[in-house]
C-alpha cells in the first residue's frame, strides 16, 4: 500500500486472523476512529472558535458553544450507536451508563470511556485525548445492555486504547496480542500504521506525579519520590520528572520512552482522582500488552472488580521495573 497499512486494514488483517470473528470488532473500530478524527479536528480549530474549556456562551456565530469534552461525548456516542454494535456505554461525562437509542440494533460489545482527557491542557495548546475500553456483554440476548455490563475487570477486556490529539494525532491500542500505533495523516484522513508492536522499556528515567500533592501523601509515598529523583546505590540514576497534566499524554511518554505514572490516593482522596473503568483499566489493559505492569498498589489494576461505574483507583503504571519498585518500597 503505498502509503502504508491503515488502522482499518490491521484490524481486518487481525479479524481474518479469528475465525469466529463477526467484523462487529472492525464496524466498531472504525466508528471510534471516524469519531476520533471529527473530535480532532474541533480540537484543532478550538482556539479560532472561541470553542474553548468555556460553556454556556454564544459564539461569533450566534452558536450555541458546547464544551470540548461535552461535544467529543456526543460525537462518540452518535458515531458508536450508529455501528449497532455495542449494547451499552459508559462515559466519564455521564452518571448513568448510556443506553443505545432504540432505533438502533444492539451488538454484543460494551464501550466506555473518557471522551476528553485532560481537557483543561486545551486552553494551554497542550495534549489531551480520548481513552477507550471494549468489553463482550455479560448480559444474554440481543436487548439493551446494563450497569453490570459495565462492572466487568480489566483483564476481561477484548480491547482498549487511547487517541492523543498533540502535535500529531495518534491512535494507539491493543486486542492483548501486542500494542500498535497509528499516525493521522491529516490530508488523506487515515490513520497509518507508524508504531509497530511497542514494547515498554524494562526501566525508564523519568517520572510522573504531580508533586503540588506532597503535602497529602502518605510517608511512605514521599520516601519513594525522594528516593527515585536522587542518584542512589547501584549506579542508579536521578529520574527526572516529566508532568504534562493530561494522563493521555503522560502515558504515551510512558509507554514510548519508559518510567513510571503515578496517581496515588492521599489525604484528600483515598483512591486518588482516576477513574477506574475508562482511565486505570484500559491504559493498564496496554501497558501489559506491551510489557508493562500497573497496579493500584494493593493488586493488579486488571483484577479489580469494579463495583460502581465512576470508581476511582490510585494508580501507579508504566515500566515493569520502576512500578515493581514503587510498590515494594511504597506497600512493602
Ligand atoms: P492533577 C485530567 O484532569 C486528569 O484526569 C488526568 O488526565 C491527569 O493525569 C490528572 O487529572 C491531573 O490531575 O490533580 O495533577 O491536576
Known amino acids: 500500500?503505498?502509503?502504508?497499512?491503515?488502522?482499518?486494514?490491521?484490524?481486518?488483517?487481525?479479524?481474518?486472523?479469528?475465525?469466529?470473528?463477526?467484523?462487529?470488532?472492525?464496524?466498531?473500530?472504525?466508528?471510534?476512529?471516524?469519531?476520533?478524527?471529527?473530535?480532532?479536528?474541533?480540537?484543532?480549530?478550538?482556539?479560532l472558535a472561541n470553542v474553548l474549556g468555556l460553556t454556556g456562551d454564544v459564539n461569533v456565530q450566534g452558536e450555541e458553544v458546547q464544551k470540548l469534552d461535552i461535544f467529543a461525548n456526543n460525537t462518540i456516542v452518535s458515531c458508536v450507536e450508529a455501528s449497532g454494535t455495542v449494547c451499552v456505554m459508559g462515559s466519564e461525562e455521564v452518571e448513568e451508563p448510556i443506553a443505545i437509542s432504540p432505533h438502533h440494533p444492539k451488538g454484543k460489545y460494551v464501550l466506555q470511556f473518557d471522551p476528553l482527557d485532560g481537557s483543561g491542557n486545551i486552553d494551554i495548546n497542550a495534549s489531551i485525548g480520548t481513552i477507550f475500553s471494549i468489553h463482550q456483554r455479560k448480559t444474554e440476548g440481543t436487548g439493551p445492555g446494563n450497569l453490570g455490563d459495565c462492572l466487568q475487570p480489566g483483564r476481561d477486556?477484548?480491547?482498549?486504547?487511547?487517541?492523543?490529539?498533540?502535535?500529531?494525532?495518534?491512535?494507539?491500542?491493543?486486542?492483548?496480542?501486542?500494542?500498535?500505533?497509528?499516525?493521522?495523516?491529516?490530508?488523506?484522513?487515515?490513520?497509518?500504521?507508524?508504531?509497530?508492536?511497542?514494547?515498554?522499556?524494562?526501566?525508564?528515567?523519568?517520572?510522573?506525579?504531580?508533586?503540588?500533592?506532597?503535602?497529602?501523601w502518605s510517608e511512605p509515598t514521599q520516601r519513594w519520590v525522594d528516593w527515585i529523583k536522587r542518584p542512589g546505590a547501584d549506579d542508579k540514576k536521578a529520574y527526572r520528572l516529566r508532568y504534562i497534566g493530561a494522563m493521555v499524554a503522560d502515558f504515551h511518554r510512558t509507554l514510548l520512552t519508559g518510567g513510571i505514572f503515578v496517581y496515588p490516593g492521599d489525604s484528600k482522596n483515598t483512591n486518588g482522582k482516576l477513574r477506574l473503568l475508562y482511565e486505570a483499566s484500559p491504559l493498564s489493559f496496554v501497558v501489559e500488552a506491551a510489557g508493562g505492569r500497573a497496579s493500584?498498589?494493593?493488586?493488579?489494576?486488571?483484577?479489580?472488580?469494579?463495583?460502581?461505574?465512576?470508581?476511582?483507583?490510585?494508580?501507579?503504571?508504566?515500566?515493569?521495573?520502576?512500578?515493581?519498585d514503587a510498590v515494594a518500597k511504597i506497600f512493602g
Open 296 to 324: 493500584s498498589g494493593e493488586e493488579r489494576i486488571l483484577d479489580i472488580e469494579p463495583t460502581a461505574l465512576h470508581q476511582r483507583t490510585p494508580l501507579f503504571i508504566g515500566s515493569k521495573g520502576d512500578v515493581d
Open 157 to 216: 477486556l477484548v480491547a482498549a486504547g487511547y487517541i492523543i490529539y498533540g502535535s500529531s494525532n495518534m491512535l494507539v491500542y491493543s486486542t492483548g496480542d501486542g500494542v500498535h500505533g497509528f499516525t493521522l495523516d491529516p490530508a488523506i484522513g487515515e490513520f497509518f500504521l507508524s508504531h509497530e508492536n511497542i514494547v515498554i522499556p524494562e526501566r525508564g528515567d523519568t517520572y510522573s506525579i504531580n508533586e503540588g500533592n506532597y503535602h497529602r
Open 1 to 47: 500500500m503505498a502509503h502504508g497499512i491503515t488502522l482499518e486494514h490491521h484490524i481486518l488483517r487481525r479479524q481474518r486472523a479469528v475465525p469466529e470473528a463477526t467484523g462487529e470488532l472492525t464496524r466498531l473500530f472504525h466508528q471510534l476512529s471516524l469519531a476520533s478524527k471529527i473530535i480532532a479536528s474541533k480540537v484543532g480549530k478550538a482556539g
